[in-house]
């Protein structure tokens, strides 16, 4: 299976999610994720062309996002950034040396002042 490299997990983003273990992890995107997108994911995108153009803006995403979620329940990363429009990539964290890109899509509007409010909720549990 190929795969493409897409950057690493920087360390502040790790140590802000409590994850440091996973700092400095290439994250990779596997080319059966392009499949899975076009699958789960086209009509959020409209078509093909828009598919693979947000493919491409991947390590863009992960090097300088606008914003990132860590998602405890499905132990996940969501790296969120606006281009003309927002897009989210899904990283699964997990044991061994690389990390996985799981999906990209264009989020719902309310999504991240969901995880925004989420998070502020989690944080005055503490």
Do not use: Q
Not at 31 to 52: A, S, T, W
Not at 63 to 84: A, W
Not at 90 to 112: D, F
């Amino acid at each position: 299976m190929e795969y493409k490299y897409v950057g690493i997990l920087d360390e502040k983003i790790a140590n802000n999610c409590g994850i440091p273990e996973h700092k400095n992890k290439p994250i990779l995107v596997y080319d059966n994720r392009i499949e899975h997108v076009l699958d789960h994911h086209l009509v959020d995108f409209g078509n093909k062309e828009n598919v693979m153009c947000a493919y491409n803006k991947i390590p863009i995403l992960i090097k300088k996002p606008d914003y990132y979620f860590y998602n405890k329940k499905t132990n996940g990363l969501e790296y969120y950034k606006k281009f003309n429009n927002n897009l989210c990539v899904a990283v699964r964290i997990s044991p061994g040396k690389v990390l996985k890109v799981k999906s990209w899509y264009p989020p719902n509007k309310n999504k991240i002042a969901n995880r925004k409010k989420k998070e502020l909720e989690e944080s005055v549990k503490i």
